[in-house]
């Protein structure tokens, strides 16, 4: 069964530091594009960052600068590093990736979610 397990959420003070971590798990062969959303309490999902195959990446205008995606492909691993965190960034940060089942087939999965709230 394939899995996007995130981990890495926590409380931490305003200003500070979290590293968000996408793991995937199962019989895959890889990982694709990979993206972060997130859903703060009463508002809709949405974009933070996502991060293709390659290595390109794009944020959206409220994690540039402060946020960082990026990947392991050995590890079949996806990572958010936020910086500079700010009230208003606490939300559940979803993992949203395109995972390639076979030569022939590839999906996209979410993983359940992290919490994370910032203080301040």
């Known amino acids: 069964q394939v899995q996007l397990v995130e981990s890495g959420g926590g409380l931490v003070q305003a200003g500070g530091s979290l590293r968000l971590s996408c793991a995937a798990s199962?019989?895959?062969?890889?990982?694709?594009?990979s993206r972060w959303y997130r859903q703060a309490p009463g508002k809709q999902r949405e974009f933070v960052a996502t991060?293709?195959?390659?290595?390109?990446?794009t944020y959206a205008d409220s994690a540039k600068g402060r946020f960082t995606i990026s990947r392991d492909n050995a590890k079949k691993t996806v990572y958010l590093q936020m910086n500079s965190l700010k009230f208003e960034d606490t939300a559940v940060y979803y993992c949203?990736?395109?995972?390639?089942?076979?030569?022939?087939?590839?999906?996209?999965?979410w993983g359940q979610g992290t919490q994370v709230t910032v203080s301040s």
């Open positions: 949203n990736a395109d995972v390639r089942l076979s030569v022939i087939d590839m999906r996209p999965y």
């Open positions: 199962g019989s895959i062969v890889s990982i694709g594009a």
């Open positions: 991060i293709t195959s390659s290595g390109d990446t």
